[in-house]
């Protein structure tokens, strides 16, 4: 017999970046009485990493539960970013509805439409959300009919189509139902989950069947898997039996060694879940995402999607420059293979692949950002290792043509600067699909573009539209090699021999192009030091002083003026490498160098 459950709900938050899910979430945190009055609570709390806070953007999806009259609501903060699309879809099943919230003033933007459409395809009910109505650029009423619009473009029943609204202001902690409502707090979206979101329902006399959607990962208890009780109830120490939908062989028994609810931002040990609780399990080392916790007597496992297949992929190896070992706490290949195949613990969306020498690794993921944020995380750690440039994952197809990645790319820009960007993203075989005006002097712009001509390009278009332009990047499947690319149109000043540099070696090589280094950096032969004027690479010698002789003192160096150097950031320096090229990454500092840095090797392997 189905029951339901009424005194839980489960909902995840959806939302294009930066639209303000976790903002949200703090505030319905803050409401429901989770923190004490007097509690210090830092910003968007969900957001636990470092990188996390820094960039403003959610990389994990996140569980928490509040109260609110009686009835526990689990809420799934969800990420924003397309790289992080794999957790999303994930996350959908474990919750019974979803809160889309949209910006007041940004509207209906790709993320949304991605994030919704999944939604839409599992019947989720949907309660939207448009959120910073205390912008003063705000359109509310225009905005409802974009998400109205985009409800009827994805097929949406008439029972989603029918979805409430709900106006917010998560900044300062209030809701409405009608605009010209006088604001309180939260209370109205609370009413709203309540009343709107289905109880969980399920069989409490079936046996027990829970889905693992998300892992996580503890360093005393090893993996948590953390799913929803669909039928039945899950004890501790109950025995149960592991099966998989796509692996129709698995199937194993283990022990529930201990058992958590979500309260808060904590993990409450609990003796037993009923069906519609969201819990964590942990004390079964090898769980895994889309496995399903079944009864011995009739394991039947939960049909999950598909994790989606990495597109892109960089090698990992040890760092075996002149200057390696000097700043890293970890620098060997047994280090590195260690902490990679570790992230695999809790980073379903990623790869990791031994090579043909013990020293470098395959990692492929979704997008550059997805592996971008890995390697920071082990520079962090205090790991130095060397990348080298993102390429893309070709398909052979039925009739044994190349495919590769395709990305739908929406571009939002001052008008003023769509020439330039149709200009560069036609030269990286981007086809434009379409183009319209919105609010504001800036025009949208829609290209279907393949995913290598993509990489390296976030740089250019930043410096191209002066830093207003806005650019969101979809998977779009496969399709047939679109023919080859050039990613740079300039080359690399390579550093002619070891030493340290100066200021009149420096002066010498700035009129050659950019530099990327300062006086009294150490440098080494093969060692890229400025980006060149010129398409070819040059060699310059920025450690050579000045000969002294009678009639030239070394006070006069003071008056060579050199232009500053550009730094350039983890992804600006992955933008920048070529394919001849690795990126050292250290706790401190970061290098481009040439995969062959002996000048002579290099230019015969340059003539092969």
């Given at each position: 017999?189905?029951?339901?459950?009424?005194?839980?709900?489960?909902?995840?938050?959806?939302?294009?970046?930066?639209?303000?899910?976790?903002?949200?979430?703090?505030?319905?945190?803050?409401?429901?009485?989770?923190?004490?009055?007097?509690?210090?609570?830092?910003?968007r709390?969900?957001?636990?990493?470092?990188?996390e806070?820094?960039?403003?953007?959610?990389?994990?999806?996140?569980?928490?539960?509040?109260?609110?009259?009686?009835?526990?609501?689990?809420?799934i903060?969800?990420?924003?970013?397309?790289?992080?699309?794999?957790?999303?879809?994930?996350?959908?099943?474990?919750?019974?509805?979803?809160?889309?919230v949209?910006?007041?003033?940004?509207?209906?933007m790709?993320?949304?439409?991605?994030?919704?459409?999944?939604?839409?395809?599992?019947?989720?009910?949907?309660?939207?959300?448009?959120?910073?109505?205390?912008?003063?650029?705000?359109?509310?009423?225009?905005?409802?009919?974009?998400?109205?619009?985009?409800?009827?473009?994805?097929?949406?029943?008439?029972?989603?189509?029918?979805?409430?609204?709900?106006?917010?202001?998560?900044?300062?902690?209030?809701?409405?139902?009608?605009?010209?409502?006088?604001?309180k707090?939260?209370?109205?979206?609370?009413?709203?989950?309540?009343?709107?979101?289905?109880?969980?329902?399920?069989?409490?006399?079936?046996?027990?069947?829970?889905?693992?959607?998300?892992?996580?990962?503890?360093?005393?208890?090893?993996?948590?898997?953390?799913g929803?009780?669909?039928?039945?109830?899950?004890?501790?120490?109950?025995?149960?039996?592991?099966?998989?939908?796509h692996?129709?062989?698995?199937?194993?028994?283990?022990?529930?060694?201990?058992?958590?609810?979500?309260?808060?931002?904590?993990?409450?040990?609990?003796?037993?879940?009923?069906?519609?609780?969201?819990?964590?399990?942990?004390?079964?080392?090898?769980?895994?995402?889309?496995?399903?916790?079944?009864?011995?007597?009739?394991?039947?496992?939960?049909?999950?999607?598909?994790?989606?297949?990495?597109?892109?992929?960089?090698?990992?190896?040890?760092?075996?420059?002149?200057?390696?070992?000097?700043?890293?706490?970890?620098?060997?290949?047994?280090?590195i293979?260690?902490?990679?195949?570790?992230?695999?613990?809790?980073?379903?969306?990623?790869?990791?692949?031994?090579?043909d020498?013990?020293?470098a690794?395959?990692?492929?993921?979704?997008?550059?950002?997805?592996?971008?944020?890995?390697?920071?995380?082990?520079?962090?750690?205090?790991?130095?290792?060397?990348?080298?440039?993102?390429?893309?994952?070709?398909?052979?197809?039925?009739n044994?043509?190349?495919?590769e990645?395709?990305?739908?790319?929406?571009?939002?820009?001052?008008?003023?600067?769509?020439?330039?960007?149709?200009?560069?993203?036609?030269?990286?075989?981007?086809?434009?699909?379409?183009?319209?005006?919105?609010?504001?002097g800036?025009?949208?712009?829609?290209?279907?573009?393949?995913?290598?001509?993509?990489?390296?390009?976030?740089?250019?278009?930043?410096?191209?539209?002066?830093?207003?332009?806005?650019?969101?990047?979809?998977?779009?499947?496969?399709?047939?090699?679109?023919?080859?690319?050039?990613?740079?149109?300039?080359?690399?000043?390579?550093?002619?021999?070891?030493?340290?540099?100066?200021?009149?070696g420096?002066?010498?090589?700035?009129?050659?192009?950019?530099?990327?280094?300062?006086?009294?950096e150490?440098?080494?032969?093969?060692?890229?030091?400025?980006?060149?004027?010129?398409?070819?690479?040059?060699?310059?010698?920025v450690?050579?002083?000045?000969?002294?002789?009678?009639?030239?003192?070394?006070?006069?160096?003071?008056?060579?003026?050199?232009?500053?150097?550009?730094?350039l950031?983890?992804?600006?320096?992955?933008?920048?490498?070529?394919?001849?090229?690795?990126?050292?990454?250290?706790?401190?500092?970061?290098?481009i160098?040439?995969?062959?840095?002996?000048?002579?090797?290099?230019?015969?392997?340059?003539r092969?």
């Amino acid at each position: 017999m189905l029951e339901k459950r009424e005194d839980v709900r489960n909902i995840a938050i959806i939302a294009h970046v930066d639209h303000g899910k976790t903002t949200l979430v703090d505030e319905l945190l803050k409401q429901s009485g989770t923190f004490r009055a007097n509690q210090e609570v830092q910003e968007r709390v969900m957001d636990s990493n470092d990188i996390e806070r820094e960039r403003g953007i959610t990389i994990l999806s996140k569980n928490t539960a509040i109260h609110y009259k009686g009835t526990k609501i689990n809420i799934i903060d969800t990420p924003g970013h397309a790289d992080f699309g794999g957790e999303v879809e994930r996350v959908l099943k474990m919750v019974d509805g979803v809160i889309l919230v949209v910006d007041a003033f940004e509207g209906v933007m790709p993320q949304t439409k991605f994030v919704l459409k999944k939604a839409l395809e599992l019947s989720l009910p949907v309660i939207c959300c448009i959120n910073k109505i205390d912008r003063p650029e705000a359109r509310p009423k225009e905005v409802i009919d974009e998400v109205l619009e985009l409800l009827m473009d994805l097929d949406a029943s008439d029972d989603q189509l029918d979805c409430p609204f709900v106006f917010a202001s998560a900044k300062q902690g209030v809701a409405i139902l009608e605009l010209n409502d006088s604001p309180k707090n939260m209370e109205p979206l609370f009413e709203t989950i309540v009343d709107y979101i289905p109880a969980p329902q399920g069989d409490p006399d079936a046996g027990t069947q829970v889905l693992i959607s998300t892992i996580d990962y503890n360093e005393y208890v090893g993996r948590i898997g953390v799913g929803k009780v669909s039928n039945g109830s899950i004890k501790v120490n109950q025995d149960v039996c592991i099966v998989n939908a796509h692996e129709p062989e698995k199937s194993r028994r283990v022990k529930v060694s201990k058992l958590y609810e979500f309260e808060g931002l904590k993990k409450v040990e609990v003796e037993e879940a009923r069906i519609g609780s969201i819990v964590a399990i942990s004390g079964i080392s090898d769980i895994h995402i889309g496995d399903t916790l079944c009864s011995p007597e009739n394991p039947e496992p939960i049909p999950f999607q598909k994790i989606s297949e990495p597109t892109i992929a960089m090698t990992f190896c040890v760092n075996d420059s002149p200057l390696a070992g000097k700043e890293g706490k970890f620098v060997t290949s047994r280090h590195i293979r260690e902490r990679l195949f570790k992230e695999l613990n809790t980073d379903v969306s990623l790869r990791v692949e031994e090579t043909d020498t013990t020293e470098a690794f395959k990692v492929s993921g979704r997008g550059e950002l997805h592996l971008s944020v890995l390697i920071e995380n082990m520079r962090r750690e205090g790991y130095e290792f060397a990348v080298s440039k993102a390429e893309v994952l070709y398909k052979k197809g039925e009739n044994g043509e190349k495919l590769e990645p395709m990305e739908r790319a929406y571009v939002d820009v001052p008008d003023e600067f769509s020439g330039v960007v149709i200009e560069k993203l036609s030269t990286r075989k981007g086809e434009l699909v379409s183009m319209g005006s919105v609010s504001g002097g800036y025009t949208r712009l829609e290209f279907l573009i393949p995913s290598r001509g993509l990489i390296g390009y976030r740089g250019d278009f930043l410096t191209d539209t002066k830093g207003n332009g806005i650019i969101n990047t979809l998977f779009d499947g496969y399709a047939p090699y679109k023919g080859d690319l050039s990613y740079r149109k300039t080359g690399s000043l390579i550093a002619f021999e070891a030493g340290e540099s100066v200021t009149y070696g420096l002066y010498n090589a700035q009129e050659r192009g950019y530099l990327f280094i300062g006086p009294g950096e150490k440098v080494y032969s093969g060692m890229v030091v400025g980006q060149s004027a010129k398409p070819e690479d040059i060699e310059v010698n920025v450690c050579k002083k000045k000969q002294l002789t009678n009639t030239r003192s070394s006070s006069a160096d003071e008056a060579l003026r050199l232009t500053p150097p550009r730094i350039l950031s983890l992804e600006q320096a992955l933008d920048f490498i070529e394919t001849d090229e690795l990126l050292e990454v250290t706790p401190t500092t970061l290098r481009i160098r040439k995969k062959i840095l002996d000048p002579i090797m290099r230019k015969r392997a340059n003539r092969n």
